[in-house]
Structure formats: structure tokens, C-alpha cells
């Protein structure tokens, strides 16, 4: 019954609809910020309303609202369809060699800011959902479509918000974010961000450096300290994922072409984003702040970098606030949605889909962090990512609709 229903069900796409529904989504900005999701949330749920299917608005906070609309039956299990509405801002219009609203196909690619991140997943989970209304009553279960809006800003307002309410959290999740057709995302780092303050002792500047203490040279020789020495932290990697972040690494370099880049999957990276201090040129610095990004590997808590930070700051007499904390997190090779996906990967594209750990985050941790397991599948050109002319193919948002809607029909047979 699940191979005939799979088989009906994907007789039912139309290439040109999706492509069509992928070009609408691109033409209405949602950029994030500012974040406003009113104008893509109506055209979203308008859209859905032709099946007559019930729609839930959540808006935690003005303007971040998140969709859902649900099909099938509680006898079993949940599979949920995510996908972000927002995309970032299109930064200076002048570098980009097209309207980023275009919204049009052009030689094969559909041009327009959100093409890869991810409007073309976001239409081809909405249009597979809609799609296999029809079929509701063959379903072993529910099948959910989840439309949030600010995982671009880190989304506590949309999946986090859902999910810490224990709403739509499902038994298993597909995040239509951009992997490629080759990649199945099954984890990711996680992210430490924090503000470091040092303290010095102000002096007129012309008596620098032999009298006062200057924060920023004091902050200077932390930096140095932390660089060496939260990188070389070493990670416990699970056995089941030992196989993964290795295959991980040799795709970082592939994406990124910087010999031994695969490093920063099992190893901790850090970034000195923002630095202030100082008040005057001729004041010896009584502070400085540093906002550092560290991202931290499958196989190590935040808590223990965090830990390991703060005796290091300790020694400058410095302090540490924190603005986040994710762990790092990741789905088991072996779940039934990994195994489930690249099935259909196989069978409907002919591709032998390799598994991948990102150095990035996402909304994928919300859920993992529930126990949930949770891949990332979804068209993309990498390159041009969060960049200027972002496209995708067009081919491959057909491809990957093709594939959402037969991971749903095996997992819901």
C-alpha cells in the first residue's frame, strides 16, 4: 500500500507548479531583519486554504509569525515539515546583477534573494504538504507544515518558541534548509557566544606603557591565550559518528576548496567579532569588550568550553557574560528519517546521498534538543548563500519536492 500511495502521490506533482509557487515566495520580501512576516504568512496560508486545510497562527512578538497546518490522524507517528520564511537582507541592491525580488527563472535558475535559503525548499515542502492532502486518509499518522519566521536571527520567536510550548514538535522533522541534493544534514556545532570585559587602570596616554595598565593590550594577550588554547580542546566524538564528521570534513574542503578547513568539525573555532575599549587617545584604556564567537564540535558540551574560558579570563581579572549557549547536536545515522530519506534520495533523483555535519546552527537543535530526530534536506547553490545574485536550480527544487513528498508517504505508511 505505502509503494502504490508513494507512487499516486508523486503523480500528482507538476514541475511548473512548485517553480511557480518558488518564483511568488521570492517576489514578497521578508527580510529579517526588520522581520516582518505578515505579507509571506497571508500568502502561505491563502495558498493552503484551496484544499480547505485549518491553519494555526502563532505571534509571540509583532510581526514574527509562525504557520501551521496539520493532516492525518494521531494513530501514529508525526512527521514534520519545517521550513523559515525569513531570508536576510539583500545588503547594497547596486552589486546585484538583477532585482533580488526577481522571482524569475532565467537559464535554468530561479534568481532572487531567499533562491537557496531557502525559498525553493520552503515551496517544495509547502507544495508537497498540499499536495498530499488528498491522500490524508491513507496516512499511518500526521503530517505537519511548520512555517516559522526569524531562524535568520536565531529563532526563539518561531521553532523555539513552538517547541519549548510543545507545539508541532513531532516524532521525526525534515528542515527544507539548503544541503544540496548530494547532502543530508544530520548535525551541527554548537554555538558559544559571549561578551568578555577587561579592566585596566586609566593614566594620561603620555605615560603609556610605564605607568597605568591598558585593558586593550591586557585583552590583546587573552585573545592570544584563547585562540591557542580553545582550539586545541579535543573533542569525545560518539562511535556512531566518528564515520561522519571524517566524510564531514573531506566535504568541508570540497565546499570551501582550503586544504585541512575540515578541521573546524572537530575542533573548536573562535572569532573576535567585536572589540571596544577606550575612551580617549590620550587616556591609557580603562576597559575593553570583546564579543567572541566560539563554535563548539560534536562531542564536547558548551558548559565545558565555557568552563574552560572562564579560568582563563580569570586570570586577567576579567569577567564573562553570556548572550548564547546551544550544544552541539546531532541525529543518529541510523534513525528511520535518515535512513527513510535517502532512500527516496536514491530511488527518485539516482543520487547516493552522503551523510554531513554542519559547522553552522539552525532550528534543527530545537528539535533535537527534545530528542527529536531532525535532517536537513534542501536545493542549494552554496556559493552564493547570505551573498549577492543568490539563485538555485530549478531542476533541484522539483527534485527535492519530489523527495519530501516520498519521505512522507514511506514514513507515514
Not at 537559464?107 to 525553493?120: E, N, T
Given at each position: ?20 509557487l ?16 505578515n505579507?509571506?504568512?497571508a ?34 507517528k ?10 536576510v537582507?539583500v ?7 538583477f ?22 525548499g ?5 507544495y ?31 521553532t ?30 554548537g554555538?558559544?557566544w559571549m ?5 585596566g ?10 605607568a ?5 593590550l ?10 591557542s ?27 570551501i ?15 573576535f ?22 563554535r ?35 541525529t ?28 553552522a ?16 534536506y ?8 547570505h551573498?549577492?545574485n ?7 527544487i ?6 519530501y ?9
Open positions: 500500500m505505502g509503494g502504490n500511495l508513494k507512487n499516486r502521490i508523486l503523480a500528482e506533482l507538476k514541475d511548473q507548479e512548485v517553480l511557480d518558488a518564483c511568488k515566495l521570492i517576489k514578497i520580501p521578508s527580510e529579517n531583519p526588520p522581520g516582518d512576516m505579507e509571506i504568512a500568502f502561505i496560508a491563502e495558498y493552503l486554504s484551496e484544499v480547505g486545510v485549518k491553519i494555526e497562527r502563532y505571534e509571540p512578538v509583532k510581526g514574527k509569525i509562525s504557520l501551521i497546518a496539520r493532516i492525518g490522524n494521531n494513530s501514529g508525526e512527521l514534520i515539515f519545517n521550513g523559515h520564511m525569513d531570508v537582507p545588503g547594497d541592491k547596486s552589486r546585484w546583477e532585482d533580488p525580488f526577481l522571482g524569475e527563472i532565467r537559464d535554468g535558475y530561479l534568481l532572487g534573494r531567499g533562491a537557496s535559503d531557502m525559498k525553493g520552503l515551496a517544495g515542502i509547502i508537497a504538504f498540499k499536495k498530499l492532502v488528498k491522500y490524508e486518509k491513507e496516512l499511518g499518522g500526521r503530517l505537519t507544515l511548520v512555517c516559522v519566521p526569524d531562524e535568520e536571527t536565531g529563532g526563539e520567536h518561531g523555539g518558541y513552538l517547541v519549548s510550548k510543545n507545539i508541532a514538535v513531532g516524532s521525526s522533522v525534515v528542515i527544507a534548509e539548503p544541503t544540496g541534493m548530494d547532502f543530508i544534514d544530520v548535525g551541527q556545532k554555538a558559544l561578551r568578555i570585559t577587561i579592566y587602570k586609566p593614566i594620561h596616554g603620555s605615560l603609556s606603557p610605564y597605568g595598565e591598558s585593558a586593550i591586557k585583552a590583546a594577550d587573552l585573545m592570544k591565550e584563547l585562540l588554547s580553545v582550539t586545541g580542546l579535543k573533542p569525545k566524538v560518539p562511535e556512531d559518528m566518528k564515520p561522519v564528521i571524517e566524510e564531514s570534513k573531506k566535504i568541508a574542503e570540497q565546499l576548496k582550503i586544504k585541512g578547513i575540515g578541521k573546524i568539525l572537530d575542533h573548536a573555532t573562535i572569532n567579532g567585536i572589540i571596544k575599549g577606550g575612551t580617549k587617545i590620550n587616556i591609557v584604556p580603562e576597559k575593553c569588550e570583546l564579543d567572541v564567537d566560539i563548539v564540535p560534536v562531542g564536547m558540551t558548551s558548559e565545558e568550553v565555557a568552563s574552560h574560558v572562564e579560568k582563563i579570563v580569570s586570570k586577567y581579572g576579567g569577567e564573562v557574560s553570556y548572550i548564547e549557549k546551544s550544544n552541539a547536536n546531532y543518529p545515522p541510523g534513525s528511520d528519517i535518515v535512513k527513510i530519506a535517502a532512500a527516496n534520495i536514491e530511488q527518485i533523483i539516482g543520487i547516493k546521498p552522503r551523510l554531513l555535519v554542519q559547522w546552527s539552525s532550528d534543527a537543535r530545537f528539535y533535537r534538543g527534545k530528542g527529536v530526530p531532525t535532517i536537513h534542501g536545493p542549494a547553490e552554496v556559493g552564493v548563500i551573498g549577492y543568490e539563485k538555485v536550480k530549478a531542476e533541484d522539483v527534485k527535492a519536492c519530489k523527495v513528498a516520498g519521505i512522507a508517504a514511506d514514513y507515514l505508511q
